[in-house]
């Protein structure tokens, strides 16, 4: 019996414009309405408060795993401490790579926020890098070589680890801020077990969540690592996929025909 859904936003539970409709509205009201708990998990940062409906959804997992809420209620923190973060933004600063570090609403970083990445970076400061001194919910980065793949992960210490994603921004992160991770800790917070989670993602940092899950979820449009890790692959985002499949396999509600 599943009682908690956890779902990727951006590619998953989002349409390609970013919208959700009013069929996918349905099964997550529908599945509330029948006991299931509803989380969402991304890398997004406050951004996710914007395109996710807070009335659909009992949990956050925010920053890949670094932070998970429920509510105003902080249910697992892992953070980057300054003194690790530092010198990593200080050296690929000095390498010339566009960098940003994530921390409490706020985009710490040495290049200008790209028009493409207007609902993401809502407050965006050009910083000192070197003097940079509070901790990191997230470091990211992007357009990169492979040798500057190799520079990062090279100055990464054991506690970090660093995950590309599909539209090639490369995350770091500390080792135990993991969607998986996240979300065992709010099943924990509410009582559910492992094998009564399903997961649902489409990119390459979604793979451990969907692994950990009772059941994983790949969508249509996913990336090929993520199917074949997934016990299912479900309909593409831009047809609510997830939608589809909730409705499909718990049988909630009586959302009628996707729209």
Known sequence: MIKLIVTDLDGTFLRTDKSVSKYTRRVF??????????????????????????????????????LAKTG????YSRLIPPEIAQPLLTACDKRGLKITSEFDDMHYTNFVRPEEWHDIGYNWKITDLSRHDKPAEKIYTYDLTPADISFINVLLPADLY????????????HREATKSRAAAELAKHWGIARDEIVAFGDDLNDIDMLKCAGIGVAMGNAHEDVKRVAAHVCDINDCDGLA????????????????
């Open 72 to 75: 105003d209620e902080i249910v």
């Open 29 to 66: 009201s529908h599945c509330r309405e029948a006991g299931i708990k509803t989380a969402y998990a991304t890398a997004r940062g406050s951004s996710a408060r914007h395109v996710a409906p807070p009335e659909l959804f009992d949990g956050a997992i925010t920053m890949n795993g670094a």
């Open 244 to 259: 589809k499949w909730i409705e499909e396999n718990l049988q909630v509600g009586d959302a009628n025909t996707p729209q």
């Open 162 to 173: 660093s995950v590309m994603s599909n539209d090639g921004i490369l995350f770091v992160m």
